[in-house]
């Protein structure tokens, strides 16, 4: 008998929600239930010894019951909060670091977040996803200290959820057919040997370029700039159309 489109679709969905419940089975099982003490994003302090197995626990269960592959060809961008400081640092990061990053469909319209209006586009292997980031609790690993990034040497800075509950369980991302790119919330992937391939400019990228008046902050613009410049990546809007590093010198100098 031959099966239609749209019962091959229901046939994979019934798949997809068995996955599902049988990772919250198994965290169930595991009595996975935690909120780490404030400050430490990468859970190193004695305080959080049990926090932190339970967070490692969390993503290996996400690791064997997920599809990593289904996201392979998904978009994935890191935003900037504060885009002329961190950029230039951003450019010095290691691929090995676990990095946050929202998604986007393979084609179409970049997906636009509140994280900041300058973004890098990155491939990468998934190691957690989810549909609600206000869910996933994966902390700020900018707020590490030096000495304890050093700690993880060439292996890279992890990045684990901070905290979880049995009802933020359903709203992650098994597999790519599990994400709803629902406008109203942001979406998040943790990656990990990522690798930058474009920049990418918000319709609202003129924002912080706009209100940086002083002299110090315009060379630290001028800085950013340059530094887009020098590696040699594209860099387009969230159409996918390239604009250039000429969007940013243009904008540069309007504002003078």
Known sequence: MRITESQLRRVVRGIILEDLQSFIDAATKANLNYNASPGDPVLLHPRNKEVKRQAR???DLWRQHSDQSSFENLTFVHWFSDTVKMIPEFLNMSGRDEISASISPAKGPIGFTRWGVIGVQLKGRVTFAGNDMN????GYTADVKTKDRAKYGKSGLPKRPIETTPS???TFA???DDLS??????????????????????ENFWYPIARLKRRSEREE???????????????INTDREE????ALERAYNETE
């Open 168 to 170: 933020s369980w359903s």
């Open 174 to 176: 098994l597999e790519a």
């Open 57 to 59: 626990t969390l993503k």
């Open 181 to 202: 790119f629902d406008p109203s919330k942001v979406n998040e992937a943790i990656l990990d040997n990522w690798r930058p391939v474009a920049w990418v400019l918000s």
């Open 221 to 235: 613009l001028l800085t950013m700039i340059e530094a887009i410049k020098d590696s040699g990546l594209p860099v």
């Open 243 to 246: 604009v250039g590093v000429e």
């Open 135 to 138: 869910r996933m609790m994966t």
